[in-house]
């Protein structure tokens, strides 16, 4: 009987993801046959308004209030709705990313895009070095390694497939297609970038997302987990980290912005802390996110939910983990074995 209902509950959470998959697709598909500029405006119209109805919404207001008590209610609500129609038209640039990535490299300027720091940019590519790039879910975070790819300088990014594997592998082709070398984030994938880096290569990172194990830090004023990938790679080779983000301007504009390398902390034997490292990039998307707060993913569980928010979520999630190895009864075991790699 157990095995019954576990055969059954798999099933059905596999219609449901391929039900919804279908559903953005059909989305897109209708998105396409519009002019860019009007369906990227008529998602922005209907996030706003089916946005608010969703659980996530909820989550979305607590995080706000958690992070910024100082702003209203009406000022929280506000952001919240800025944040759906950022999400919304991010979804829908994927499908006119061609038309949007318009940037002229030879004049430095383009119709949609502008970029600050292109010295850097042409800095990495006239003197190969290895680096890491990192940044936050702002803004439309996928023009930066398309707009790098645009000056020659290829960047290995690390990809954090949708829980929806039919939504993840439609995803991973576009980002591959548009945006050069990317790798999903699996086990061993840190030897992977960690061998780009030995090369001399470029890896970028999202370092926003909520991690179970890694150093402690200060986020908005609150505890979080912060993955120790940056700070480990970074240590690995001693290369230069970049803070790089997209701000989305008015007019359908958007603007790129590629900083300085941070001075990361060191230990007493001169080896890069991945410990104060962490703090160091939390404080620096703090700041961001203060500056437009309407454009991150205020959704995101980042800071951990309240009982009785999210847990749907995390009991789906905890159920495909459980059950995703699995042998099903009856069913001989694979023979191959694949020993999992751990990066330090």
Known sequence: MKT???????????????????????????????????????????ARRVGPLTSRHKLALNNLKLAMPE???????????????????????????????????????????????????????????????????????ELLPAVAAKYGLSVTALFRPPNNPY?????????????????????????????VLEEDGGVGLLVDQKFRKGPKATFFGREVITNPLLGKLARHVDCDVYPA??????????????????????????????????????????????EYPGQWMWFHDRWGSPRGMGINNRMLAQFRARNRKRPIPGRA?????????QYH
């Open 4 to 46: 019954f209902i576990r055969r059954t509950v798999i099933r059905l959470l596999k219609a449901k993801d391929w039900t919804i998959a279908q559903l953005v697709f059909a989305t897109l598909a209708v998105l396409n046959q519009l002019p860019a500029q009007r369906a990227i405006q008529f998602t922005d119209w209907i």
């Open 333 to 341: 075991p694979s023979t191959s074995r694949k020993r999992k790699r």
């Open 245 to 290: 983000r997209c701000i989305r301007l008015p007019d359908n504009r958007f603007k790129l912005i590629i900083e300085p390398p941070v001075v990361l902390p060191r230990n007493e034997k001169g080896a890069i802390d991945p410990e104060g490292t962490a703090q160091i990039i939390n404080d620096k998307v703090e700041s961001w996110i203060r």
């Open 71 to 141: 702003k209203t209610e009406q000022e929280r609500e506000a952001i919240a709705r800025d944040m759906w129609a950022n999400m919304a038209r991010l979804m829908a640039e994927y499908v006119f990313l061609d038309k949007l990535i318009d940037y002229d490299v030879e004049l430095g300027e383009g119709g949609l895009i502008e970029v600050e720091g292109v010295e850097l940019f042409l800095d990495l590519v006239d003197n190969p070095r290895p680096f890491i790039v990192f940044t936050a879910h702002t803004g439309n975070f």
């Open 167 to 195: 939504i993840a592998r439609k995803l991973l082709a576009a980002r591959r297609t548009h945006s050069g070398n990317v790798v999903p984030s699996k086990v061993g994938v840190a030897w992977k970038l960690a061998n």
